[in-house]
């Protein structure tokens, strides 16, 4: 089955332990993605990554490192979470960036950083 | 920068009934515009996704216009059902940025 898994879906943490995301994707997309979503805000791209070892800053970098050593991996990376990092992440692929392209979304990690 | 905005914020309607939904966006250089739906705790799953030379996209039930120069977008919805309460939001590719709207949480009522 085509899809985008995130690990875990839940996690509780305290301010400055780092911790990583971990996101997979099995349709051998090219882009790749991080959002996060917070009410009332919609969701904001963290990072995306066109291709390995291509990786660029969104909108909400500040906080966040990524890594694209393989196609299928994209893990988010908190080197130390802070409590405004508590939210809900959301990991997406698609085949190419192109125009034409949908974006599939993995399930979500929801985070809560004490 | 590209703002995206979702009015109205939560829309609650008896089955049965046809319902829109609207989005606008601040500059109307978009590649694309898509809208998804999510449900509590889950992801998002793409509904209909309308490039920028298109007009509208139709799937079932739903039907999504584009008009860019006005920066606006609705989705239509016919003969609403229970299963289709959720929360839309809508999406506008630039570049390689995606932005989204807060979405509008939709409930349907038997």
């Known amino acids: 089955e085509a899809q985008v898994t995130q690990n875990p879906r839940y996690l509780i943490t305290v301010t400055g332990k780092k911790l990583t995301v971990t996101c997979s994707q099995n349709m051998n997309h090219e882009y790749m993605s991080w959002y996060r979503q917070d009410p009332g805000l919609g969701l904001r791209q963290i990072y995306y990554?066109?291709?390995?070892?291509?990786?660029d800053k969104g909108d909400v970098p500040e906080g966040y490192k990524v890594s694209r050593k393989e196609k299928r991996n994209f893990p988010l990376i908190l080197e130390s979470p802070s409590p405004n990092q508590t939210s809900l992440y959301f990991c997406?692929?698609?085949?190419?960036?192109?125009?034409?392209?949908?974006?599939?979304f993995g399930p979500g990690t929801r985070l809560l950083v004490l | 920068k590209q703002e995206v905005t979702q009015i109205p914020a939560a829309l609650s309607v008896p089955e049965g009934e046809n319902l829109v939904l609207n989005c606008s966006f601040t500059?109307?250089?978009?590649?694309?515009l898509q809208w998804f739906r999510q449900d509590p705790g889950k992801g998002l799953t793409s509904l209909l996704l309308i490039q920028s030379s298109q007009r509208e996209q139709t799937s079932g039930r739903l039907n999504a216009s584009l008009d860019k120069s006005s920066g606006r977008s609705t989705l239509y919805i016919a003969a609403s059902q229970p299963g289709d309460s959720a929360t839309y939001l809508c999406a506008v590719k630039d570049n390689n940025d995606m932005r989204f709207g807060a979405g509008t949480r939709l409930t349907v009522k038997p």
């Open positions: 997406a692929s698609s085949l190419l960036a192109g125009a034409r392209e949908t974006q599939y």
């Open positions: 500059d109307s250089a978009i590649y694309n």
């Open positions: 990554s066109m291709n390995v070892e291509v990786t």
